[in-house]
């Protein structure tokens, strides 16, 4: 039996799992603590429990296994480059990896590759290479502290960049957590203080249209498959809702397949890849992000495509052929349930009437602690193929006088009618779960 190591137990480890089983793969995960997602679908002594960058237990993982792949980009690639030296199997390879970890890096290979994406800067606070803090910090001449100079004076040092402007922590950033839209030299200077050891890159403030994102997978000779793109919408930089909906314009479709391409053979990348785009109101579409792995962009393809990401993710490192990847429905939408107070509850009531919607399947990660905005779980609903079986619209009709009509504006970059249509029932569905889950209805 083939196995498989993945770096990380979080949902995404947790949801290659049952993937895993219907491949005949066996899984082996390293993550810090026995109660991590994956723990609920895998035995324990699968498990090496040790921090995702603790490399010696990658080792130890990787003595156990045939191949070790992802689940996070919390790695220490100089630590495990000897690992890949001394035969062990990465995909995606460490080389692959290496342009993406950090933010800067990856937009300065987006830059080198002709890959549109927004204007970015290193953000320049006179520090010296590599460090955050000034040089004249603490300096007995000086009467102001850093922060108090750099608030009333800062400006970016270059013209690339001003306010507004995406400030992103260089790396270790997800869900929100290190990304931050800053209006003001007051507010960057306040985050600045608060997080003073965090490198940090500043980007143009794109006043985009929609959000787009597209999961592929590139397998070990070179096939590539792309799925359907989605539209993603975002609450305080974390994921909300997924659509996938038909029907995008071929521009759209186009620019999004040839920049998919592009970066997956010039990387040689093995596995599945997550890529964020903003969409202009000119029909451009810029790359944001890149995650080089499954992703959140890609939970509906359990649910609404022939094979899921997290089988492909398998199917790619493992070198079996890569599945189809095109939807089994009408359309769908995902509704991440983030967390909304601090709590140690497992929300079962809202689980259950979740769970008693028509065409939906709930994802509960078994996460012991909620935070406000943390991924607790998510729940994908489907249209079914025969979109006049319309199972779904007592829901519809439920939600019909609320956030729908915030949600009724025009959508060119949709060719037809009908798929604005299958798009507004799933808004109505997506409202009505967000509804049941933090009870906001
Ligand atoms: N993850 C990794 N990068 C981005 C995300 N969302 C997933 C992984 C990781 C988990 O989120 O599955 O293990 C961590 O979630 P949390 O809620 O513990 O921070």
Redesign the pocket.
Known sequence: MVKVGVI??????WMMAPAAQTLGLELWVQTPDLSDPVGMAIFPQNMILAPINDADATAILAKQCDVVTF???FVDLHQLAPLAQADVQFYPRLRSLQPLLDKYHQRQCFQQLGIPTPAFELLDTGRDAGKNMPAKVGSPNSTQSWAESLGQSWEPRTTVVSFPMALKARRHG??GKGTYIVKTAAELTAILTSQPDTPWLIEEFVPFERELAVMAARSVNGDILVYPVVETQQEHQVCRRVFMVPGWDQGIQQQVEAITHTLLTHLDFVGVLGIEFFLTADGRVLVNEVAPRTH?SGHHTIDACVTSQFEQQLRAVTGLPLGPVHPTCAAAVMVNLLGYEESEHSYQAQRDQLAALPQTQVYWYG?SVCHPG??MGHVTAIIPNNINDTSDTNVASDTSDTNVASDTNDHPEMASEESEILRQRLVAIATRIEQIWDGSG
């Open positions: 990380g137990g979080g949902q995404l480890a689940e996070n980009e997800y869900d959140n996460k943390r991924k």
